[in-house]
């Protein structure tokens, strides 16, 4: 089975330019979450996205959103880039449920750099 | 605000040393705690504890949670230079919150 796939990999956008990541996940995975990683605030969570529908929103400036779509795969959009959004993004996947925090399973990450 | 800390935040060791990585949360809503491994790429799933006092073993890795004194531990025996990986405490609750991490070094 095909893990959590991210694209692109790595991105590089000035300040003020807006940028656009996507995730598919495992396939039958049905819920998708974005997090930020970076070395200061360490992994935070974005949001949570289920059956197109945003689930949960971490504490983030309404700059960041997201969608997902019919066959799950999801997408994040970060409108008027600043220095600070420079961060390893990560997506991850899993089942719907009540356990699905707990069997998440992470893509790679897409490393964006902003200058 | 729901906080999860890990300490310390970095640890250089020699190979065969053992190491105890600590976590403590604040989170409303608990429903379990996890502890990933990640090198340079995506956290990896090392284990899952619900219950307080219920050590989970996997090789050299072990954990326990104490959810009285809202903690847990993960040890780490006769450490090999693969073991060198960031170590993440994450807390299920409204959402999935995570620790900075320890960064891990155990040089030959």
């Known amino acids: 089975k095909a893990g959590v796939t991210q694209t692109p990999r790595y991105l590089i956008k000035t300040r003020g330019q807006q940028v656009t990541l996507s995730c598919s996940p495992i396939?039958?995975?049905?819920?998708v979450s974005w997090y930020q990683q970076t070395p200061g605030q360490g992994l935070q969570f974005l949001f949570e996205y289920f059956s197109e529908t945003q689930r949960n929103k971490g504490n983030f400036p309404g700059r960041f959103s997201g969608r997902q779509f019919s066959n799950s795969r999801s997408e994040m959009n970060v409108s008027t880039l600043e220095l600070g959004d420079s961060a390893l993004y990560l997506c991850?996947?899993?089942?719907?449920?009540?356990?699905?925090?707990?069997?998440?399973?992470f893509g790679p990450g897409t490393r964006l750099l902003v200058l | 605000e729901d906080k999860v800390v890990q300490s310390p935040l970095s640890l250089v060791v020699h190979e065969g040393d053992t190491v105890t990585l600590n976590c403590s949360y604040e989170v409303t809503n608990f429903r379990s705690l996890l502890w990933y491994k990640q090198e340079k790429k995506a956290p990896t799933f090392l284990f899952m504890l619900?219950?307080?006092?219920i050590e989970k073993k996997s090789g050299r890795l072990s954990s326990i949670l104490d959810k009285k004194e809202l903690f847990s531990i993960l040890n780490i025996t006769a450490t090999q230079t693969g073991d060198s990986a960031v170590y993440l405490c994450a807390v299920s609750g409204y959402a999935l919150n995570f620790g900075k991490g320890t960064s891990l070094l155990v040089t030959p």
């Open positions: 991850a996947s899993s089942l719907p449920g009540l356990a699905r925090q707990e069997t998440q399973y």
């Open positions: 396939s039958g995975h049905r819920s």
């Open positions: 619900t219950s307080s006092g």
